[in-house]
Each structure stands twice: as C-alpha cells, then as structure tokens.
C-alpha cells in the first residue's frame, strides 16, 4: 500500500504540473464500499491518471499479456493489481467484498484512433453477478498525450469525468443472463461516451 500511495502522489504532481491534470463529477464517487469503476482506453497512461485522479484506492485489472511481462510483473504485484486471462478471478469478488474499487477497461485494449471501441461483457457480469454499482469514467487527452502508435509522451492537457453511479439487477434465468449483460454493457459504454464527447 505504502508503495501505491508514493507512486500516485508522484504521478499525480507529474500529471498535475506538466498534463494539467482536471477532474470533474467528483461528488458521483461513492465515499466508501466497493464499486466497478469502468473507463475508456486510449492510451497507456490512462490507468495511472485516473489513479491520480480518484482519492480512493484502486485494483486495476490487467490482462496477462502485460501483467507477465517480466518488467511489468513485480510493479503490478506491488500495486495489488489483479491479472486476469480468460474468466473473472475470485480476487476481484474479495476486492469488492472488502470495500475496494476494481478498475475496468471494457474495450480490453488501447484504442488505435482515440475514439471508443467495442466492449465486452465482463464488467456488466461483474456488476450483476456482484450487486456492486458502476461508475462510468471518461478520460479525455491521453490519446493526443501518448498514443499506442508513439513513444514519447507530449504535454497535453487531460480531463478525467465521472459519471453517475450505474446499478444493475441480478437476473435469475440464466437464459437472460447473456442477452441482459449485452444490454447492459450497452448502458455502460453510452454513459462513458456521453461524458467522453
């Protein structure tokens, strides 16, 4: 924990003083108990943005193809990120049983043009299967900041909104599971994309 809160104290005056870091939507974050916090993805940065953006503590999800990087491994570790590979972990249920907030990308990887992609289901699961609240983030300047397509960061303002807290009712035919958490993860990506542009 020690770790987490030196590394976003640090990127959090980086951001602050040379990204001219903004929040907006504040009073939507739930002060206490777990939640789904799920985010646009335009850039790599963006996880550690929305870290120096949010009080709280986070446990972002990494999909294992970076999470196994050996450069990458032993700082995710630190910073009590969950790996994930195909199915939802058991740790991400203990997260927010325990009060945590689990980060979420749904579109799964980095936008190539900056503009949203196709999600998946897991957080719309997630957020049935758990009885938590989502909350739909929207980042805005990473992608001209550092896009996948370059390696070097450029100073450019970025924005973090949050959104209004998303519930969801658990579904008792598992028929309708499916079907209802496309829908779901519909709602999801509308609110990030109404908060985004």
């Known amino acids: 924990m020690t770790f987490y809160c030196l590394s976003k ?13 903004k929040v907006e939507g504040e009073e939507n974050l739930p002060e206490e108990g777990g939640f789904i916090l799920a985010a646009n993805h335009a850039s790599s940065l963006d996880p550690f943005i929305v870290t120096a ?7 972002w999800m990494v999909v294992y193809e970076y999470y196994d990087k050996w450069y990458l491994r032993r700082i995710l570790r630190r910073m009590r990120f969950i790996r994930i590979e ?5 740790e991400v249920f203990r997260a927010l049983k325990s009060g945590d907030i689990v980060g979420f990308f749904p579109e ?21 299967a758990s009885s938590c609240p989502v909350i739909p983030v929207a980042i ?3 992608f001209a900041a550092l896009p996948r397509t370059r390696k070097f960061l450029k100073f450019s ?6 959104g209004a807290p998303l519930t969801f009712a658990k579904v008792a035919n598992r028929k ?6 496309e829908e779901n993860t ?10 985004l542009y």
């Open 108 to 128: 799964g990887r980095r936008s190539w043009d900056g503009r949203l992609g196709q999600a998946r289901s897991g957080v719309a699961a997630l957020a049935r």
């Open 186 to 195: 519909g709602k999801i990506m509308d609110a990030i994309a109404k908060l």
């Open 9 to 21: 104290f640090l990127f959090g005056l980086f951001a602050k003083i040379f990204l001219r870091l």
């Open 176 to 181: 309708d599971r499916q079907r209802r958490d």
């Open 86 to 90: 195909n199915n939802l972990p058991k």
């Open 53 to 59: 953006a949010i009080p709280r503590y986070i446990r």
């Open 157 to 162: 303002p970025v924005t973090v909104r949050i």
């Open 140 to 142: 805005r300047g990473t």
